[in-house]
């Protein structure tokens, strides 16, 4: 069963559009994180990343307000993606440097503390900007009747009202349940597309969950 689709109006379409402001203060978040790292375990300064951000949020909320949605999209692709390589690329450094016994605990702890959560605000903007065409196309829709994600309130209309659509915080919620229990709690995954990044999300989360224990107990 689905949410019956809501003609949409000139009038309502404004009002059903989802604010964006969560997933962008989501990216400088991940920046803010990245501070907490060792010079070592960053590419670069550990303030980079925020300017960084900052330079993408600019184009990214002029194509917004003037309508360029293709742009934007494509821009926030961009955006999410040096995000990403940039948390890949300091895990990878964690990895590598772990044998060796460079970092002292309370270092480790604040770095492993840092990328599981990075590991969390990353994927939950990959599947908010990717699933049912991303929030653009969920604006259009008026409301979510297909997707990536099987949402209960996809499948129980009584809980919301018929224009329902999920918004950055429920890919949040997403993303925090598969980072603690490496699974999706109440939402079933329908897509291939998800379900690797839900596997990729799972095995970076074990992998510093992991790691943290083995250092702990001089395994490695």
Aim: charged share 10%; net charge positive.
């Amino acid at each position: 069963m689905s949410i019956s689709q809501t003609p949409l109006t000139s009038e309502n379409i404004a009002d059903r559009y989802e604010p964006r402001w969560p997933a962008l203060a989501a990216l400088f978040a991940v920046g803010a994180l990245r501070l907490a790292l060792p010079e070592p375990l960053s590419a670069g300064p550990a303030w980079l990343l925020i300017p960084i951000v900052a330079a993408m949020a600019i184009p990214l909320v002029w194509t917004r307000w003037r309508g360029l949605h293709r742009m934007n999209q494509v821009l926030g692709y961009i955006a999410t993606s040096i995000v990403t390589a940039d948390m890949i690329w300091s895990l990878g450094l964690l990895v590598s440097t772990l044998p060796a016994h460079r970092i002292s605990p309370v270092d480790l702890l604040r770095t492993s503390a840092a990328l599981w959560i990075s590991n969390i605000i990353v994927f939950a903007s990959w599947y908010w900007r990717l699933d049912a065409g991303g929030p653009h196309a969920r604006d259009l829709r008026g409301a979510h009747t297909q997707g990536a994600f099987l949402f209960p309130q996809m499948t129980q209309p009584g809980l919301c009202d018929s224009a329902w659509s999920p918004g950055f915080i429920d890919y949040l919620f997403l993303a925090f349940n598969t980072s603690t229990a490496f699974s999706p709690t109440d939402c079933p995954v329908l897509t291939r597309w998800a379900k690797v990044l839900m596997m990729l999300q799972s095995i970076i989360s074990l992998a510093t969950i992991v790691l943290l224990a083995a250092r702990a107990v001089n395994i490695l």
